[in-house]
């Protein structure tokens, strides 16, 4: 098996290899002296990944994975926002939404759906979400003028 030309696929051959040494008439690919891949091994491969039940609701059967993208709403400090929640979703996506509806840094937000705890790297499709399910956001920093319980007066 020879390379092939320059010229045969439309390049300058001055210019690819001045000195001629990619175009000598003698040489011949060998194939490689590296070792031959591997065949993956496949064995393990099985049938379709069964549903992992997410958290049940409180008078909701246990729930599946989603499949479907469906829109919640987030509840922070008073306000019901819609979030747009697909597979592939992480808290941080419910996050965004929240701090471009409110303006609030979500560094510090967390989320409880279902008494479960989500934070900005939680997978939301094992949740199995459904349209209108409500999950609460709050800021773990107190607000600037929020009286401290724990203040000795």
């Known amino acids: 098996m020879q390379p092939p030309d320059p010229e045969s696929i439309g390049l300058d051959p001055n210019a690819v290899d001045p000195q001629g040494k990619g175009t000598k008439d003698d040489f011949e690919c060998e194939g490689s002296d590296m070792t031959d891949l591997e065949a993956p091994d496949l064995s393990n491969l099985?049938?379709?990944?069964?549903?992992?039940?997410?958290?049940?609701?409180?008078?909701?059967?246990?729930?599946t994975p989603m499949v479907h993208k469906v829109v919640i709403e987030a509840e922070y400090d008073g306000r019901v926002i819609p979030v747009l929640v697909k597979p592939v979703s992480r808290g941080i996506d419910i996050f965004d939404a929240v701090q471009r509806a409110t303006g609030k840094t979500h560094e510090n937000m967390e989320a409880i759906f279902l008494g479960k705890r989500l934070d900005h790297y939680t997978e939301l499709k094992p949740l199995g979400f459904r349209d209108g399910d409500k999950v609460t956001v709050m800021s773990l920093v107190k607000k600037a003028g929020d009286k401290e319980d724990d203040k000795e007066e």
């Open 46 to 63: 099985g049938d379709a990944r069964k549903d992992i039940p997410g958290p049940d609701g409180p008078h909701d059967v246990p729930r």
